[in-house]
């Protein structure tokens, strides 16, 4: 059976119960954020969020989709502009304590698996962080007709001046002792 839940600016969903189902258990989660803060000077709005928990032997797999909006910097002229971004998404997430004794459980050796925290509280923010991160450009451009610096500064011929062709000479020439005075 697969439960459906709606999250409006929230992230977290308590769990326990969920882990106490059997292997193959599911929820469909569907998440609206106005916001989620991605660096110091970066965050992502309206941000919709699609994603299938599945009960795992050692936990809980999350799969899923995001998409929304980010205003990045042009590299070019460095003008603030809004792109929207998607990304698919998969994450594991294990207990740090057993549900049904409140034993601590050890936690996860590798840093890519998530953990669910004492109270049984699974937090997406942190996935969902990492993976707008991850869709939005290296190298944001604003767009084709960006003025940028190429336009502004002209072609890079133009800008070397002499030093260029002096250093230029200087190498065609190549090593002083292959000179023949």
């Known amino acids: 059976m697969t439960n459906h839940l709606r999250l409006i600016n929230d992230t977290v969903v308590n769990v326990a119960q969920f882990l106490m189902e059997p292997v193959g258990a ?10 989620l803060p991605l660096d110091l000077d970066l965050t992502a709005r309206d941000i919709e969020v699609h994603v299938r928990l599945t009960r795992i032997e050692t936990g809980i797999l999350a799969v899923g989709r995001a998409s929304g909006i980010a205003e990045l910097e042009c590299v070019r002229c460095l003008t603030r502009f809004d792109t929207p ?42 996935l ?49 002792e292959d000179r023949s005075d």
Do not use: M
């Open 26 to 35: 599911a929820r469909v989660i569907d998440i609206h954020l106005d916001q």
């Open 85 to 126: 971004f998607q990304n698919e998404f998969d994450a594991e997430y294990r207990p740090s304590v057993e549900v049904r004794t409140g034993e601590p459980l050890p936690l996860p050796k590798d840093s890519e698996i998530f953990v669910i925290d004492n109270n049984h509280l699974l937090d997406l923010s942190e």
């Open 128 to 176: 969902l962080r990492q993976v707008i991160i991850v869709a939005l450009p290296i190298r944001p451009v604003c767009g084709p007709d960006c003025p940028g610096f190429q336009r502004e500064f002209g072609p890079e011929e133009e800008t070397t001046g002499e030093w260029a062709a002096v250093l230029r000479h200087l190498l065609e020439e190549g090593p002083e």
